[in-house]
């Protein structure tokens, strides 16, 4: 398959497949070159790739879905190292949005102080 095709059928641009594939998530297990230059993907690629997107749209950082790739390529990546990963990631996210919402308080008490020397 072609990279537009692989494209295509995942529902993201070329650029996203190339940037998998430069950032090293995509290597020659994945990944070969047809004589005339063109990169062909094969089905591992199209399952690497929704993986890849999964993870990414879970909000992990490439270096979270860098080392999930890692584990699980080397065969370590079990059930229970996935629970706690995810564990992990929900917690630091409850973290953050914690900051963020006392971050917000202040904003908005702000705002009721300037309103009301404004109005």
Known sequence: M?????????????DTVRY???????DERHVTRAPNGYRT???AAVERLRLLLQ???TG???????????AFDDGTLTAESRLAFLEDKLARLDR???????TRRVLAAKI????????
Do not use: F, P
């Open 20 to 26: 998998y594939e430069r950032e090293g998530l995509l």
């Open 60 to 70: 992990m950082t490439i270096a979270e879905t860098r080392t999930l790739a890692a």
């Open 41 to 43: 993907y094969g089905d």
């Open 112 to 119: 009721t102080q300037l309103k009301a020397r404004v109005g």
């Open 96 to 102: 953050r949005a914690r900051e963020l919402n006392a």
């Open 2 to 14: 072609l990279i537009r095709e692989v494209a295509a059928l995942l529902g993201v641009s070329t």
């Open 55 to 57: 993870a990414r749209a």
